[in-house]
């Protein structure tokens, strides 16, 4: 199928646009809005909830993050070279990416269902919140979509377009600066579909609350516990205590 210039704009000048708006935009935010990097977390007000959510949404994700990283980077001849079968290859991801899309969606419906629920959750919820939130979920339930479509196609002995040899390369290509258009044009529309509202997402990133997840936690590890203490109990101290762990 040959590019129209639609595709050359979408395939070929997008991401680029996309990638100046996600790292300029990060810049932006870690340089003026320093104090707003947060997840501006709400567990304060609700936890019950949130203490099953969070994590079930969060490992879900991983999971994704990992698939995609695997699916996206590796060709397949390398998978080849090492005596992975394309069916092999395909079983292990449409599972293993079914159970991780499929837990990530119960984690972020658990999450939007806490927030609306909860009036203390849902007032501090702003207009950028539920824009997130709502390009989040599609990007989520188009990428289980194309899963579906690929487990059916392979089911019955149809044939859906394979993703390592359309979206994988062109995903490629842009980090070597020469797009390659044709491969992401015979692509089939539910993969479009997905990798656009993709696109928007990270677009979207530097401006929401999803900047934490840039502040990868490890430092979390290794830093002193924080100290809370209810007003009835405070008595000022009369000896000193040393910061830290110890
Ligand atoms: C431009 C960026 C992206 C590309 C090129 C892309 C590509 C893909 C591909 C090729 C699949 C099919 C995997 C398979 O069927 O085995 C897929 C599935 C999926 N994608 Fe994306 N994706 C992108 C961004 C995102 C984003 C931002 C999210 C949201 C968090 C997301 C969530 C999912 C989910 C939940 C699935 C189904 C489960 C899975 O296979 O992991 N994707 N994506």
Same mark, same amino acid.
């Given at each position: 199928? +040959?590019?129209?210039?639609? #595709?050359?704009?979408?395939?070929?000048?997008?991401?680029? =646009?996309?990638?100046? @708006? $996600?790292?300029?935009?990060? %810049?932006?935010?870690?340089?003026?809005?320093?104090?707003?990097?947060?997840?501006?977390?709400?567990?304060?007000?609700?936890?019950?909830?949130?203490?099953?959510?969070?994590?079930?949404?969060?490992?879900?994700?991983?999971?994704?993050?990992?698939? &995609?990283?695997?699916?996206?980077?590796?060709?397949?001849?390398?998978? #080849?070279? =090492?005596?992975?079968?394309?069916?092999?290859? &395909?079983?292990?991801?449409?599972?293993?990416?079914?159970?991780?899309?499929?837990?990530?969606?119960?984690? @972020?419906?658990?999450?939007?269902? *806490?927030?609306?629920? +909860?009036?203390?959750?849902?007032?501090?919820?702003?207009? +950028?919140?539920?824009?997130?939130? $709502?390009? %989040?979920?599609?990007?989520?339930? !188009?990428? /289980?979509?194309?899963? $579906?479509?690929?487990? =059916?196609?392979? $089911?019955?002995?149809? &044939?859906?377009?394979?993703?390592?040899?359309?979206?994988?390369?062109?995903?490629?290509?842009?980090? @070597?600066?020469?797009? #390659?258009?044709?491969?992401?044009?015979? !692509?089939?529309?539910?993969?479009? =579909? &997905?990798?656009? @509202?993709?696109?928007?997402?990270?677009? /979207?990133?530097?401006?929401? *609350?999803?900047?934490?997840?840039?502040?990868?936690?490890?430092?979390?590890?290794?830093?002193?516990?924080?100290?809370?203490?209810?007003?009835?109990?405070?008595?000022?101290?009369?000896?000193?205590?040393?910061?830290?762990?110890?």
């Amino acid at each position: 199928m +040959n590019p129209t210039a639609l #595709d050359y704009l979408l395939w070929g000048a997008l991401p680029y =646009v996309v990638l100046a @708006i $996600l790292i300029g935009g990060t %810049l932006w935010r870690y340089r003026y809005d320093r104090f707003g990097w947060t997840t501006r977390s709400s567990q304060l007000y609700e936890s019950r909830i949130l203490r099953i959510a969070s994590p079930v949404f969060h490992f879900g994700l991983l999971v994704v993050i990992i698939g &995609h990283v695997v699916g996206l980077l590796i060709p397949e001849t390398w998978t #080849d070279a =090492v005596g992975i079968s394309d069916d092999m290859y &395909h079983v292990t991801a449409l599972s293993l990416g079914a159970v991780a899309g499929v837990t990530t969606l119960g984690g @972020i419906a658990l999450l939007i269902y *806490r927030r609306r629920t +909860n009036g203390p959750v849902f007032s501090a919820t702003t207009v +950028n919140d539920k824009v997130m939130y $709502l390009v %989040l979920v599609a990007a989520i339930l !188009a990428g /289980l979509t194309t899963t $579906l479509l690929s487990a =059916v196609a392979g $089911l019955t002995g149809g &044939h859906e377009v394979d993703y390592r040899e359309t979206v994988s390369p062109w995903f490629r290509s842009i980090f @070597i600066l020469q797009p #390659d258009v044709t491969a992401m044009t015979a !692509a089939s529309g539910a993969f479009k =579909v &997905h990798v656009l @509202i993709g696109l928007a997402l990270f677009a /979207l990133f530097p401006f929401t *609350r999803l900047v934490h997840a840039f502040s990868a936690p490890v430092w979390y590890l290794f830093r002193p516990y924080v100290v809370y203490r209810s007003r009835d109990d405070y008595k000022p101290l009369t000896r000193r205590v040393p910061r830290g762990w110890t």
